[in-house]
């Protein structure tokens, strides 16, 4: 299975309220990002934090990492409509010597009702 | 807009057709990618190229054939699909001292649709 798994796959919530994803992978990274894409559209990057890092808070969003239970969350508060989209984790894992490959989860699709 | 561009954003071919995707980035990065995303998948990806150089191939059909001109450029060549290959496809960008740790900037998508 892929390095990281986002749950739930879908979340469907009212405009003010928190939004809670989450994101479990498998190896030892060296950072985890997540990223949003908006109905077949690119994705934009988000927030990266580092695996040294236990916190990182940008805006309205913050991120959690647990290197000991290999999961991270990411926490959106007061959301709006405007936040609608699919968030994804990617992950780095070491895939032998010095090379790493950044690995995205299926998503979580949020819809945020007005 | 992140700085990567696509075109064109829609492409609908027969599988006899011959047709290349182009992605542009104005961000000076290093580092160019190509993603296929299907429904339902997690985003897979497909070739990278850093410093014009192919250092990652997925093991990609050869009906799929990159070329990275140069570090500001990035194709797609496409020829003798199958329908199981209609998919957005995405490109990206980064700037990579460690490569692949760094983060990326994706265009917009091509949503390829083979007949």
């Known amino acids: 299975s892929q390095q990281g798994e986002e749950d739930p796959q879908a979340l469907s919530i009212q405009e003010g309220e928190n939004a809670t994803m989450n994101c479990s992978y498998k190896?030892?990274?060296?950072?985890l990002q997540w990223y949003r894409q908006n109905s077949g559209r690119g994705l934009v990057h988000l927030i990266l934090?580092?695996?040294?890092?236990r916190e990182k808070h940008s805006g309205r969003l913050r991120v959690t990492l647990d290197t000991s239970k290999k999961s991270s969350s990411l926490l959106i508060t007061a959301s709006r409509a405007a936040d609608t989209a699919s968030y994804f984790c990617?992950?780095?894992?070491?895939?032998?010597?010095?090379?790493?490959?950044?690995?995205f989860g299926k998503g979580t699709l949020l819809t945020v009702n007005p | 807009e992140t700085g990567v561009t696509q075109t064109p954003r829609h492409l609908v071919m027969g599988m006899t057709n011959k047709k290349s995707l182009k992605c542009e980035q104005h961000?000076?990065?290093?580092?160019m990618y190509w993603y296929k995303q299907s429904a339902k998948k997690p985003l897979e990806l497909m070739f990278v190229?850093?410093?014009?150089?192919?250092?990652e191939n997925n093991s990609v059909p050869s009906r799929f054939s990159p070329e990275c001109p140069n570090s500001s450029h990035l194709f797609l060549h496409l020829h003798t699909l199958q329908p199981e290959d209609s998919a957005l496809y995405l490109c990206?960008?980064?700037?990579?001292?460690?490569?692949?740790?760094?983060?990326?900037?994706f265009g917009p998508g091509t949503r390829l649709t083979v007949l």
């Open positions: 990206a960008s980064s700037q990579v001292g460690d490569l692949f740790t760094d983060t990326q900037y």
């Open positions: 190896t030892s990274i060296n950072n």
């Open positions: 934090i580092r695996s040294n890092e």
């Open positions: 990617a992950t780095d894992a070491r895939a032998g010597g010095s090379n790493y490959k950044l690995t």
């Open positions: 961000l000076g990065h290093n580092a």
């Open positions: 190229y850093s410093l014009e150089e192919r250092v």
